[in-house]
């Protein structure tokens, strides 16, 4: 009786695996293909998630952030700085992958990416020297026309590689020692802040090549401390020192002019202990000429990166408050959408998406567990 029912048992299990193996050769084969995005809008977001925890490989995370939709992932290179081109056709990323994961021979690449498709269209060689640091904005730019990329090399000596997005090669590249970063300047120059206190400019040819470089002097270092993630509006850029005070250059001319500085806080705010705190601590509206500033009550010397629950914002005519924004989490990188009703979108240090609506300065949203450890939000 024993033996008749385990051949039973496996009579029946044989017709049923017959059953199935018959039922999965009628499914058809599957299909590789992509799903193209609608075109950006302006209110797209590009998380640029360093991924400590696996910092071999970084990724851009692409949101809708007004449906708290995922829309997608750009997977990039080793702590790999981004960029949006102005026609909001491309990402640029400067990738450094090894050979062997973690080791073995360098590769670096500027690879340029289609924001609808989110897949490489093409990519170029470009020196072994790009900076491998904690993301920062001007790391890598794009001039105003889109044709050249400037990737900041951090080797220490400092230089930037010219890329010509055109022609898809390495122009040349230049050197900056004693200078930090590439801030673009119009459609042929970038600009430097250097340690001895100037700004320095790089004029290009049509074919990247420089042509000349002038220094401004733009603050005294033995006095002042200065941060370096500015943020643009047009031609002006605005820098903020740990202090609390802005400082704008207008880089309109044919070298740049420092404007007078001014300070966020009053005599009475600073005893009260109110600083800057963040990564990218600054955003602007260029709709609503607003400056958005992430602050705290407790600014010490050692606590001016700490993120924020609080964002002030100022009338950049008047330099007066004008409003004050807060969330319940810690946001430390700020970016403001460039349209006519726009969005303050930050980061937060538990990988979410704060989204402020800058109509009425209300928290409208947050995306949670959206990236693991972000550095940058970018917008077109």
Known sequence: MKTTLNRA?????????????????????????TTKLDPPGPH??????????????????????????????????????????????????????????????????????????????????????????????YMLTVSDDDRFAYVYNFTPATSVTVVDTTNR???????????????????????????DGTFQQVNLDDSGHEVSRTRTKFFEPNQLAMNERAVRNGDMYYFVTLDGSIQPIDVSGKTPTVGKRWSLFTDAQRKKGWGVGGWQLMAIAPKLNRLYVLVHPDHGDRNWEDPSNTIWAYDLDSHEKVAELTTDNYVWSLRATSDDEPLLLGINIDGGLDVFDLTDNTHTTTVDGISKIPALVLSH
């Open 9 to 33: 048992g496996g009579l029946a299990a044989f017709a049923a695996l017959a059953i199935s193996t018959t039922a999965w050769g009628q499914l058809p084969a599957d299909t590789i293909g």
């Open 169 to 195: 090669d390495v122009v040349g590249e230049i050197d900056i020692a004693g200078c930090s970063l590439n801030y673009p300047i119009g459609d042929r120059a970038f600009a430097s802040i250097c340690g």
């Open 44 to 137: 797209r977001a590009y998380i640029i998630d360093t991924e400590f925890e696996n910092a071999t490989t970084g990724k851009v995370v692409v949101v809708d952030p007004e449906n708290k939709k995922m829309l997608g992932m750009i997977p990039t290179g080793y702590l790999a700085p981004s960029v949006l081109s102005h026609d909001a056709k491309t990402l640029y990323s400067a990738d450094t992958f090894w050979s062997r994961g973690v080791r073995g021979e360098r590769t670096d690449v500027l690879t340029a990416w289609d924001t609808q498709t989110l897949e490489p269209r093409w990519e170029v060689k470009i020196p072994k020297k790009r900076a491998n640091i904690l993301i920062e904005r």
